[in-house]
């Protein structure tokens, strides 16, 4: 799920401009043309915004890092110390903020106002398939991309799309879309391509089949992440919003099942 941005392109400098004029274009979009906010995008405000994505990020991370762990288990992939210098822990929360804005201005992108007209207009299997297929795209130029590794980011892109779709909440699949990057980086794997970010102390070293390692576009490139994404994909369609404990937001459109506490159908 990395940002489509070549080696060495991601710093404050390339994705704070990204993030200024995503927010700038979904609010003239949203308040501008439909006369609503962009808490109708699913942009909860406060602690209950917070909470979204916090535990968006939480299962972001729970679900590459299951993926990691089976590659760790036979030795496919495993980690070397290494003198990089600097402190662990500036470096990971400086990861942290660099990978929340860049996933933060693909959901708004993606998940966000054209996902909506999508789904009012279409119905919700146009509206995760068109938006899951234009993420899998924005990768082709990644490096180290392969025909399977846009398979698996246009699965992910259906997670995110899922997610949104059974919530209602983009900082939800924003946390996802965050988690699943910071813990590929924070464990020097690289992201969807993108090379390791020199994170202090340790080294990945991948020696598995590049066809289940994903080899030098990192675990997305996989057969292991595929199958995570399918079951997570499933896991999500059937999930609930009390599931997770959302409430329904304060404004939003009501276009066929988003945010419904029914099974979803097309209509």
Known sequence: MGPALGPGELSAWTVGPLLLSALAASWVLTRGVEGRSLVSLGLRGGAPGLGDLGLGWALGVLLIGSAIGVLAAPGWVSWAPASEPGSAVAAALRLLGLLFIAAFVEELLFRGYPFQVLLTRFGPTTAVVTTSLLFGAGHLQNPNVSALAVVNITLAGALLGVAYLRTGSLWLATGVHVGWNWAMGLTELSVSGLPQFGMPGIEAVVSGPGLW???????EGGLVVTIVSLLAIFWMWRLR????????LAERPSPNGVYASSAPTDS
Do not use: E, K, M, Q
Not at 213 to 219: A, E, M, N, Q, R
Not at 241 to 248: H, M, V, W, Y
């Open 241 to 248: 919003p009390r599931d997770l404990n959302l409430s329904a």
């Open 213 to 219: 390692t994903g080899g030098d576009f990192g675990p």
